[in-house]
T-cell receptor, first 116, second 115 residues
Framework: AQTVTQSQPEMSVQEAETVTLSCTYD???????LFWYKQPPSRQMILVIR??????QNATENRFSVNFQKAAKSFSLKISDSQLGDAAMYFC?????????????FGKGTKLTVNP | NAGVMQNPRHLVRRRGQEARLRCSPM?????VYWYRQLPEEGLKFMVY????????ESGMPKERFSAEFPKEGPSILRIQQVVRGDSAAYFC?????????????FGPGTRLTVT
């Protein structure tokens, strides 16, 4: 079974600075997708960014980018120019692309605090 | 296009009562997923349904929990004889198809409190 590990329960960053959230995963599959979701205090799950395992190029969405290291099974999220609105829980998630269920497997999350 | 809708947003039940949680997927989405989030935890998969079919219920407790997604109407997650340990946030997500990298779009969740 696949597992996702987020080793940083909490992180903090100064407004306008850059922060990197870590995520590692364990799988025997070669084809899969990885996601970062943001959960603000409203508890709504918001997709931040996704990465297809077959793509070598790291995904980027505005101030958010990932460092995907397939061999190391690592998928970190970098937030540049941090804003107060970035404060939230961030969850890393894995999804198989090899048929069967399309369920998401989540890590336990990292709570990000942004200091003004 | 309205997002995924869940109701109620908050539900309080006494031990032994039944809880019914509803989820209306986004328009055009025929796949629904239910997840449970315990306090200070990530989301855990419970069940995956298509219209009138349960595709994967590997995360669903064997007793007291059931789910359906009828041809017409919302998906329902039903918890019979609730216990304190059922207190959690229950999230529904929908997607338009199975294959490909289509994301799952989440609803705002239902917070269940069992007293």
């Amino acid at each position: 079974a696949q597992t996702v590990t987020q080793s940083q329960p909490e992180m903090s960053v100064q407004e306008a600075e850059t922060v990197t959230l870590s995520c590692t995963y364990d799988t025997s599959e070669s084809d899969y997708y990885l996601f970062w979701y943001k959960q603000p205090p409203s508890r709504q799950m918001i997709l931040v960014i996704r990465q297809e395992a077959y793509k070598q190029q790291n995904a980027t969405e505005n101030r958010f980018s990932v460092n995907f290291q397939k061999a190391a099974k690592s998928f970190s999220l970098k937030i540049s120019d941090s804003q107060l609105g970035d404060a939230a829980m961030y969850f890393c998630a894995y999804r198989s692309a090899e048929g069967g269920s399309e369920k998401l497997v989540f890590g336990k999350g990292t709570k990000l605090t942004v200091n003004p | 296009n309205a997002g995924v809708m869940q109701n109620p947003r908050h539900l309080v039940r006494r031990r032994g009562q039944e809880a019914r949680l509803r989820c209306s997927p986004m328009k055009g989405h025929s796949h629904v997923y239910w997840y449970r989030q315990l306090p200070e935890e990530g989301l855990k998969f419970m069940v995956y349904l298509q219209k009138e079919n349960i595709i994967d219920e590997s995360g669903m407790p064997k007793e007291r929990f059931s789910a359906e997604f009828p041809k017409e109407g919302p998906s329902i997650l039903r918890i019979q004889q609730v216990v304190r340990g059922d207190s959690a946030a229950y999230f529904c997500a929908s997607s338009p198809r199975v294959s490909g990298s289509y994301e799952q779009y989440f609803g705002p969740g239902t917070r269940l409190t069992v007293t």
